[in-house]
């Protein structure tokens, strides 16, 4: 528990205005659990020091880095410091000949991209809120979007890692370069682990050139059938799309809307697909995309222009996660392509009867799909309808797809249902893990799967 002691001597680590004042304090609220100080360190000394003194005092840490998934996760079970990260920005170093870059954990999607862009080159990773979101939280939570298809996920793009684990030791996984494979792939442990095991503070990172050409086409059909009948033909003609995304149509309707796209409202699902390369190269999978499209009873729609291609898919990733449309509840799900269609109805069902609007994404050759969901006008979002949603489709997900998670939602409905559902087989070598490396439980205590 934080004491006005224990707030001096994080002023006494990093200085009287790297830490929030009481007013502040609210605004790193975890599901309404209020931290009783916030501190934003400047260095990786800094942020040992703070998380040491929180081991000697048993004080729980839930680091964060530009708040853009804070809310996935269950409600810390303590919350004594807020540890933002935003402040460790620096890039570190960028090998353009090598494809890869090193910087801290705090330094923005947005801002390490434009640097990177100088070069001809990219980290591909679709987060949310590129401007807000962190290294160090995308990495955290293992972030992607619709581009994962082609270009991996973040696990797939870190080649070195250094965390500060729950002891305040710093602990390095990985190197500097591509081929580093001696010994345990150590920073994987810490991806995805929303903060559980320690402090991501610097990374390395494998990048990518930025593409020549980029052309995104998309199909508009009246059944999900036809969608998944274009999009199945799409894959059978050798094509590699870096983005090949079932809409359901408020999912597309509503990045349509943000790059003055048509709205095509006689059609309920679409078929997005992204094509880079050199021009001749998109030219002729565009073509052969519009060709698909058709022969499976579609309408095609082009978006051949970069800013509205850029508006269309930066509109489709922050879906449900925008300050002026964010969503009440945000899930993601696994599917086996023949359950798609099923699922996806089943989504749409549950909202119609029970008075919301879900937006609903499927990444196809992948197998994950996302949903968005709103109360509609008839009133204000029921909490224990919402729970009700989620144990029927997590069911149905079980039994036809695979897990089903809840990635944003009110605390009402953490309350009722578990977001991170049934542990798996393997949960108790996670458990383990947490105890060997975590005993004392201070690094978000109770916010991961079952309880850790």
């Not at 410091?81 to 705090?106: M, Y």
């Not at 991209?113 to 293992?142: F, S, Y």
């Not at 500060?164 to 710093?170: E, H, Y």
């Not at 249902?417 to 108790?428: H, K, L, M, N, Y």
Request: hydrophobic share 45%.
């Amino acid at each position: 528990m934080a004491t006005p002691s224990l707030r001096e001597a994080l002023a006494r680590i990093a200085g009287p205005e790297a830490l929030a004042s009481a007013e502040q304090l609210p605004l790193y609220s975890v599901d309404g659990v209020v931290p009783e100080a916030a501190v934003a360190p400047r260095s990786v000394e800094q942020v040992l020091s703070v998380v040491r003194l929180a081991a000697e005092s048993r004080s729980a840490i839930v680091p964060r880095g530009g708040g853009t998934v804070i809310g996935a996760g269950m409600p810390p079970e303590r919350h004594d410091i807020a540890l933002e990260t935003r402040s460790l920005d620096k890039l570190i170093f960028h090998e353009p000949a090598d494809l890869v870059a090193c910087a801290e954990a705090g330094m923005t999607l947005e801002t390490l991209n434009k640097e990177l862009a100088k070069h001809g080159q990219m980290l591909p990773l679709d987060a949310p809120n590129p401007g807000r979101a962190t290294l160090g939280g995308v990495l955290a939570a293992n972030t992607s979007g619709p581009r994962r298809g082609g270009y991996g996920t973040a696990r797939d793009r870190v080649i070195g890692l250094k965390v500060v684990d729950p002891s305040g030791t710093l602990v390095k996984g990985g190197g500097r370069v591509v081929k580093n494979v001696a010994g345990y792939d150590l920073p994987k442990l810490f991806i995805g682990a929303h903060g559980t095991l320690g402090v991501i503070v610097e990374t390395a990172l494998k990048l990518s050139p930025l593409p020549a050409k980029t052309a995104t086409v998309v199909g508009a059909f009246g059944k999900v059938g036809q969608a998944l009948e274009a999009g199945l033909a799409v894959l059978d003609k050798g094509l590699r799309p870096q983005a090949l995304s079932l809409l359901n149509g408020t999912a597309y309707r509503l990045g349509a809307k943000h790059a003055q796209m048509p709205s095509i409202s006689d059609r309920d699902y679409f078929l997005a697909v992204e094509v880079t390369g050199v021009l001749p190269v998109v030219e002729r999978q565009q073509t052969t995309v519009q060709r698909t499209i058709t022969e499976a009873g579609g309408k095609a729609v082009i978006a051949d222009d970069s800013i509205q291609q850029e508006g269309f898919w930066r509109a489709i990733v922050d879906t449900g996660r925008t300050a002026q449309h964010p969503a009440t509840m945000i899930t993601r799900f696994a599917c086996r392509w023949e359950a798609i269609e099923k699922l996806v109805l089943g989504h749409e069902a549950q909202a119609e009867s029970n008075g919301f609007e879900a937006a609903i994404e499927v990444y196809l050759g992948v197998g994950v799909g996302r949903s968005a969901w709103w109360a509609d006008q008839r009133g204000e979002p029921d909490e224990v309808k919402l729970a009700a949603i989620v144990g029927i489709l997590r069911k149905a997900g079980e039994i036809s797809g695979g897990p089903f998670v809840v990635e944003v939602a009110p605390v009402g409905v953490k309350e009722r249902v578990d977001v991170w559902g049934p542990a798996g087989g393997g949960f108790e070598v996670m458990r383990r893990l947490k105890a060997s490396l975590d005993p004392d439980e201070i690094m978000s205590p109770g916010r991961f799967l079952g309880g850790l």
